[in-house]
T-cell receptor, first 111, second 112 residues
């Protein structure tokens, strides 16, 4: 079945460091791809998405590009802040079907 | 606050007891989802409503689980005869469209 794999956490960075969180998927076909973020004590919220190959999703300084050749959707940010500390979930969804989430990657940003 | 709310936030119960959770979605959203999340894992789909109709239910969902959404507004998820393996975070999400979901804070269930 369809699945999403993410790099294991926790990821610990200093403020202003560059962030990459890897995400790869296994699926037959080309799903839409998503990154959701869960801040401490809050519900998951959509961070960004891309619906077709080569699309780039971006929001709040985060970016991810849909790479069908490598079946990847890596999350990047050029300069992280303490407020970015959260758990990040990569997910996929085919039209008419439900979301499949990865296991999440915890990010801790130190001042 | 106009987000998704869930009640209770925490529930501790003994094995064999029944529990019920409530989700209040964002009022204009007609889609409502329930997920289960265990430690170190992402949300796992349980069931989905469009308005009051339950359109999909995960094959992983035991017969001990039942969900309702009367009148297409709030929803309840009931677990009968709880087992220790039911311990998890139960998440509700509402959605105005298939690609965008707004999650509640979750109900953490501990079965002793």
């Amino acid at each position: 079945g369809d699945s999403v794999t993410q790099m294991e956490g926790p990821v610990t960075l200093s403020e202003e460091a560059f962030l990459t969180i890897n995400c790869t998927y296994t699926a037959t076909g080309y799903p839409s791809l998503f990154w959701y973020v869960q801040y401490p004590g809050e519900g998951l919220q959509l961070l960004l998405k891309a619906t077709k190959a080569d699309d780039k999703g971006s929001n709040k300084g985060f970016e991810a590009t849909y790479r069908k050749e490598t079946t990847s959707f890596h999350l990047e940010k050029g300069s992280v802040q303490v407020s970015d500390s959260a758990v990040y979930f990569c997910a996929l969804r085919f039209y008419g079907q439900n979301f499949v989430f990865g296991p999440g990657t915890r990010l801790s940003v130190l001042p | 606050d106009t987000g998704v709310s869930q009640d209770p936030r925490h529930k501790i119960t003994k094995r064999g007891q029944n529990v019920t959770f409530r989700c209040d979605p964002i009022s204009e959203h007609n889609r409502l989802y329930w997920y289960r999340q265990t430690l170190g894992q992402g949300p796992e789909f349980l069931t989905y409503f469009q308005n009051e109709a339950q359109l999909e239910k995960s094959r992983l969902l035991s017969d001990r689980f039942s969900a309702e959404r009367p009148k297409g507004s709030f929803s309840t998820l009931e677990i009968q005869r709880t087992e220790q393996g039911d311990s998890a975070m139960y998440l509700c999400a509402s959605s105005p469209s298939p690609d965008t979901q707004y999650f509640g804070p979750g109900t953490r269930l501990t079965v002793l």
